[in-house]
C-alpha cells in the first residue's frame, strides 16, 4: 500500500527543498525524494563549494599582492588537496544543515530515484527496493546538468565539466575555459588566481554575454589585465587528449594545446525517466512548461527551478518553490513569478551583479532611458579597500523615474546589488532613492551616486 502525503517533492535542491518547507509551514504533509545528496546541485557541486575555492583564490591574490597594503608574505604556497577538503567540508555542513531542515519540519526524506507513475503516483527505487507514495501534489524539482560537448564528452581527467573542475588532483598549468557565462568566468577567475595560464573561448560576441554591454567589456578588460586570454565569436571545433593534456582546434583552424579544459556551455534539464510521458507533462527543448506558479498542463503535477529554463539560479528556484507551494495551499495574495526582479551574480574577480533591464533590452522594449554611472574610484571605502576598479550602472524610465536595470561590477557588488532588487521589488521611483540616506564610508554610496549621475547630480565624481 502506497505512503500517502498533502505533497510530494521530486528533488532536493534550492527550490525542492524550500517548497517542501513552505508546505511544512502550511500544515501539509510532506515528503520528498532525493537520488544523491539533500542540498542539490547548489549545496553540494554549485553556488556554495565554488564559492569557498573563490574564497581561497581571493586570498592567495591578496597574499601575493601583500605589498600593496604594507605587508610582506614571503613563499606564498599552498596545499590543493587542503583547498578541494576545505571545499568539500563546507558541502558537507550544509548538507546536514538541510537534513536538520527536513527534521526539524517533520518532512519525509525518501532515498532512491523517483519516477510519476501516474496520477497522484510516484515510485521511488533503490538498490532494487521500490517504494510506492501517493499524493494529490507533485512537485517535480529535478534540477539540471551540464552540458557536454558533441564531440568530446567530459572524462574528468583532462576534460572537465564544472563537478570535476571542484575537485581537482592537479592544478592545471594551461587551462581552456569553453564558455564565458557566470559558471565559465567564475572558474577562470579561481584557477587564474591560483597561478594557471587561462585561455577563455566565447563563440558570441562578448563574454558574459546576459549582462549590459558595459559590464561585459570592463570584465573583459579586467580579466586580459590579469594575463588571461580571451576570444570571443570563436569557438572549439575539436577537442583531444592526447595523454599529457588535450589539444584544441579552435574556430578559424588554429590549433592549441592545453593541460587542461573545462566545460561550460550550458546545462541540460533532468527530465529523463521521471515519468513525465506517463501523463503527458508538456516539454519545450527538454524544459518542462509552467505558468507563474509552477503549474503544468497535468493537473497535479507542478515543476520549479532549473528543469523548467532560465534564469537556471538557485533564488529564482527557492522563489518558484514558496510560490508554487503557496498556491496550492491557497495563500491569498500569491503572485506569479516575476522574472524582471531575479537578480544575477557572477563571484569572479571582479564580481559582477545585475537585475533588470540592461541599457539595449530597456530601448529595445521602448523605452527612453535616463543613464547613471558612477565608479569606484569615486568612493572613498574602494579606495581604503584597495579595490578602485569598477563601476556602478543604472537605467531608468525618463517618463516615470522607474528603476529599469542596476548593473555593477567590482569588489563585494554581490552584496550590494540586493538593494536595488528591493527598490524593483517596491516600484521605487529615483525621487525616492535620490532622497534615501545611505552610510558613509560604504560602498554602498556608490549606488546612491549612480542614481544621481542620471539626472545629473552625481556629487563625488
Not at 594551461?174 to 568566468?185: C, D, P
Not at 567589456?217 to 570571443?232: E, P, S, Y
Not at 565569436?233 to 592549441?256: I, Q
Not at 576598479?389 to 540586493?418: C, N, P, R, S, W
Amino acid at each position: 500500500m502506497a505512503d500517502t502525503y498533502d505533497l510530494i517533492v521530486l528533488g532536493s535542491g534550492p527550490g525542492g527543498y524550500v517548497a517542501a518547507i513552505r508546505a511544512a509551514q502550511l500544515k501539509m504533509k510532506v515528503a520528498i525524494v532525493e537520488r544523491e545528496k539533500l542540498g542539490g546541485i547548489c549545496l553540494n557541486w554549485g553556488c556554495i563549494p565554488t564559492k569557498a575555492l573563490l574564497r581561497t583564490s581571493e586570498i592567495n591574490h591578496y597574499l601575493t599582492h601583500a605589498s600593496a597594503y604594507g605587508l610582506s608574505a614571503e613563499k606564498v604556497s599552498f596545499d590543493l588537496a587542503k583547498i578541494v577538503d576545505r571545499s568539500r567540508k563546507v558541502a558537507g555542513q550544509l548538507n546536514a544543515g538541510v537534513k536538520g531542515l527536513m527534521k526539524k519540519n517533520k518532512i519525509t526524506v525518501v532515498e532512491g530515484e523517483g519516477s510519476i507513475a501516474g496520477k497522484g503516483k510516484l515510485t521511488v527505487v533503490k538498490d532494487g527496493t521500490t517504494t510506492e507514495l501517493q499524493a494529490k501534489h507533485i512537485i517535480v524539482a529535478t534540477g539540471a546538468r551540464a552540458r557536454d560537448l558533441p564531440f568530446a564528452k567530459a572524462d574528468g581527467n583532462k576534460i572537465w565539466t564544472y563537478q570535476h573542475a571542484m575537485v581537482p588532483k592537479e592544478m592545471p598549468t594551461k587551462l581552456l575555459v569553453i564558455g564565458s557565462g557566470a559558471i565559465g568566468v567564475e572558474f577562470a577567475s579561481f584557477y587564474s588566481d591560483m597561478g594557471a595560464e587561462v585561455t577563455i573561448v566565447e563563440m558570441l560576441d562578448r563574454i558574459l554575454p546576459v549582462e549590459d554591454a558595459d559590464i561585459s567589456a570592463f570584465v573583459h578588460k579586467q580579466l586580459t589585465k590579469q594575463g588571461m586570454k580571451i576570444h570571443v565569436s570563436s569557438g572549439v571545433d575539436k577537442l583531444e587528449p592526447t595523454g599529457a593534456g588535450v589539444r584544441a582546434t579552435l574556430k578559424g583552424g588554429a590549433v592549441e594545446e592545453y593541460s587542461h579544459a573545462i566545460v561550460a556551455i550550458g546545462i541540460v534539464p533532468n527530465t529523463e525517466n521521471i515519468g513525465l510521458e506517463v501523463l503527458g507533462v508538456k516539454t519545450t527543448r527538454g524544459h518542462i512548461d509552467t505558468d507563474g506558479y509552477g503549474r503544468t498542463n497535468v493537473e497535479g503535477i507542478y515543476a520549479i527551478g532549473d528543469v523548467t529554463g532560465p534564469p537556471w539560479l538557485a533564488h529564482k528556484a527557492s522563489h518558484e518553490g514558496v510560490i508554487c507551494v503557496e498556491a496550492i495551499a491557497g495563500v491569498e495574495g500569491v503572485h506569479p513569478m516575476e522574472t524582471g526582479n531575479i537578480p544575477g551574480c557572477t563571484y569572479s574577480r571582479p564580481q559582477v551583479a545585475s537585475v533588470g533591464f540592461t541599457e539595449a533590452k530597456a530601448k529595445e522594449a521602448g523605452y527612453k532611458v535616463k543613464v547613471g554611472k558612477f565608479p569606484f574610484i569615486g568612493n572613498g571605502k574602494a579606495i581604503a579597500l584597495g579595490e578602485a576598479e569598477g563601476f556602478i550602472k543604472t537605467v531608468f524610465d525618463e517618463a516615470t523615474g522607474e528603476l529599469l536595470g542596476a548593473h555593477m561590477v567590482g569588489a563585494e557588488v554581490t552584496e550590494l546589488i540586493q538593494g536595488y532588487v528591493v527598490a524593483r521589488q517596491l516600484e521605487t521611483t529615483e525621487a525616492e532613492l535620490m532622497h534615501t540616506i545611505f552610510p558613509h564610508p560604504t560602498l554602498s554610496e556608490m549606488m546612491h551616486e549612480s542614481v544621481l549621475d542620471a539626472y545629473g547630480r552625481a556629487v563625488h565624481y
